[in-house]
């Protein structure tokens, strides 16, 4: 595996991949940093193919080949001012660009926010074309590469990924989307591939109706029309472009970017139409045995990011989400936790969950709910009532938390 960390400044390229050699020393990875002038000479390449590939009627245009298209993580710094001859170019425009017109894996922006550590409102820029924003004091926390929850049961937000393997699935998505085209699913509703029922369909936020195309009735946009004249998938011109000239891999590696971050986003994000396993096991705490109601560390077993004690549901209705290369957690619907067998199983435990433990989104990890901070996070849905532990408070803000106006009183 590879990657790649770019920044205008070679003295922070250098310490994050001296830090990352450190993290990563067993795992086989490859890391560069490459200058200013390599950097430059990458995007300017990338400026030249996107705009040969706008400009032609359809015809052939020259082999893209890119510095990129063997790099796994692409780490790149928000603000690239001192770029020799490209002034202010943004991390924005080079997810962009990187991810249509080269075969890049995960690509992550560091320092949008540099004064924001965790977001409270746990929306996680769904409009960048990146698949990931932290800030640079993460860079090389073993939380982004290893599994979780952290042993010392410090700051690992849930949302982050593991990148490395998230790299792998996204490949694996745009070689199956690509396949998939070639026989025509290109004209299939995107909700019909992902076998959304009636009752979540329903359950779709606006944001997220809204991000599979702003004309089109949800329940008919289809992989084609997904990117065109829709900012939230592609640049405008970019899609039309990739219409006209049936462009069935940039078509998929669109779609596995830009749908991958919808469904996590805005469908499994307000825990509302997907669950994923701690959300679930917090609404369903009957399902964990008696004798394991007070091991904190058996709620932790299903806080992983891999396969997690599925036993435990046998009996319950609850269906997995199967389309495997999507999540890189365990993911089911949301309707089998809200049967009415399911609720009647929670009236009738008097003691469930005596220990309350609650989940937290900072931590990747169940806690009492005594020792943690209840927040609302905006997806506007009844699941959003989140905790955190808030690391770092009573050291004077370590870790920096915010909107603060989210903290629940």
Known sequence: MKITVWDDDPAAAGRWKEQLEIVLQAKGTSIEAPEPGEIEETLYTLHEYRREYLESDGGPIANEKSSLDNTDVLLVDNDLFELPGLKDYSAETVAARASLYT??????????????????????????????????????????????????????????????????????????????????????????????????RRRLSRAARAFLHPEIATDQVSFSQFVQDNVSAVNVQ??????????????????????????????????????????????????????????????????????????????????????????????????????????????????????????????????RAKDCDQFIAAHNTVSDNRFVRWFGKEEGEELRYGPQSRLAM
């Open 103 to 200: 075969a890049c894996g995960c690509i992550v922006v560091l320092n949008l926010s540099p004064d924001l550590d965790f977001d409270l409102t746990l929306l996680g820029h769904p409009s960048s074309k990146a698949d990931l924003h932290i800030n640079d004091r993460f860079v090389a926390d073993p939380g982004l590469w290893e599994e979780c929850p952290r042993v010392d049961g410090g700051f690992r937000p849930w949302h982050w990924p593991l990148l490395l393997r998230s790299a792998a699935m996204y490949r694996t998505r745009v070689s199956e989307l690509a396949e998939a085209f070639e026989s025509g699913v290109t004209g299939e509703p995107i909700l019909n591939y992902f076998g959304f029922e009636q009752w979540s």
């Open 238 to 367: 970019d899609g039309k472009c990739i219409a006209r000239r049936d462009d069935l891999v940039k078509l998929a590696r669109v779609c596995a970017r830009r749908i991958g971050k919808w469904l996590e986003r805005y469908v499994l994000g307000p825990q509302d139409v997907l669950l994923d396993f701690p959300h679930l096991i917090e609404k369903m705490p009957f399902s964990i045995p008696d004798r394991e109601q007070r091991n904190v560390d058996f709620w932790n077993s299903f806080a992983k990011l891999e396969e997690s004690p599925i036993e435990v549901l046998e009996g319950l209705g609850i269906r997995p989400f199967d389309k495997g290369n999507w999540f890189d957690r365990p993911v089911f619907w949301a309707q089998g936790a809200e049967s009415d067998e399911n609720l009647e199983r929670l009236l009738g435990v008097e003691d469930v969950n005596p220990c309350e433990f609650v989940f937290c989104e900072d931590a990747s990890s169940f806690h």
